[in-house]
């Protein structure tokens, strides 16, 4: 009988893992979970107090420029709206009110430069400061110039420089438009900021009156006490003489007149007083059509002197042409001042 095989040796069980070790590694992994969940919010949460401090900060910068800007609108409105119409304003008066406006500039300036930027509107900030820099220096000059402009020794210079300073301004308020304004609110709406856009901010009002130089001399020859106010002696303004294309009108009957191109109406205004009178405004009415104005910066006395307005759009056919050469201070007789004429368009 044959022996059988040996039998095979029999393995030993693999102890069983402890519970509590089991439990060990479970808590660390929750343990880990937990640690990574609170990171994770702490992150958000850190991220969105960052968020919207950028966007408080950049709503804040947004409120502060709108209230300069309309502040500004409030003193654009105070100065034009005296130079337009200066009413009773002796020279005395009117040249501090102009310096209350500068002063008002100067103090936008000066906020405009300590605003707290946020860093995503440094490149707004430059030009927002270049644009009250020269606002504030344009109305430094206007003020600074302004008594003289007012006065008898110089005026015609000072006037000039008066009017050459509202091309800056103008100049600041195109680079406010074009540049500044669309900046700061770009970058409101790339954070969603929409409902915190700037105004716009125009300071000299709209249009080009205030460019021509004749207009800014006309305006200020007619403050109380300016040059070319009442002084003592004799006032008084002549229309002598209407043209138009070589032709002269005549009250009598209607005159006929022919021109190449737009045509053109020359008026000669004598100085019939006794003291040069200076922003001398003569109006041209045409039937159907609006009302058109020139200026005539001065008239020495004894003198005569011509503005030519052009008439546009052109007339056609038979028109009535209304002109007046108005008024200076102190001036008693007005019925020379005036004239009315037809006019056959061919």
Known sequence: MEDSPPAPPQRRPRPQRRPERQQILLRRALALGVGLLILILFALGVRGCLNARKERAL??????????????????????????????LSVTEFVAEVN??????????????????????????????????????????????MSTALGDVGSERAMKVIANQMKTLVAA??????????????????????????????????????????????????????????????????????T?????????????????????????VQNQGESTENGITVTVSVEGGGSLQGTINSIAAGETESVTIPLTPAPKGTVTLEVDVQTVPGEQVS????????????
Do not use: C
């Open 335 to 346: 019925d020379n001042n005036k004239a009315s004429y037809t006019v056959e368009f061919e």
């Open 100 to 145: 209350a406006d500068r002063s008002a500039i100067d103090s936008f300036t000066a906020r405009i430069d300590g605003l707290d930027t946020p860093g995503d509107m440094g490149g707004a900030q430059e030009t927002l400061d270049l644009v009250y820099e020269l606002r504030s220096a344009a109305m430094g000059k206007i003020a600074e110039r």
């Open 173 to 242: 308020d195109v680079l406010y438009a074009q540049v500044t304004r669309p900046q700061i609110n770009n970058t409101l709406s790339a954070e969603g900021l929409e409902g915190d856009e700037v105004p716009p901010s125009v300071f000299v009002p709209e249009g080009t009156e205030w460019l021509d130089e004749s207009n800014v001399v006309s305006a200020l020859g007619s403050i109380s006490g300016a040059t070319g106010a009442a002084t003592p002696g004799i006032h008084g303004l002549g229309l002598l003489a209407t």
């Open 59 to 88: 709503s804040d910068y947004a409120g502060n420029v709108t209230q300069i800007v309309e502040e500004t609108k409030r003193t654009s409105s105070s100065f034009f709206g005296k130079l337009s119409d200066p009413g009773e």
């Open 244 to 268: 138009i294309g070589g032709a002269e009108l005549t009250p009598e009957g209607p005159t006929a007149v022919s021109t190449e191109g737009p045509p053109e109406v020359e008026v000669q």
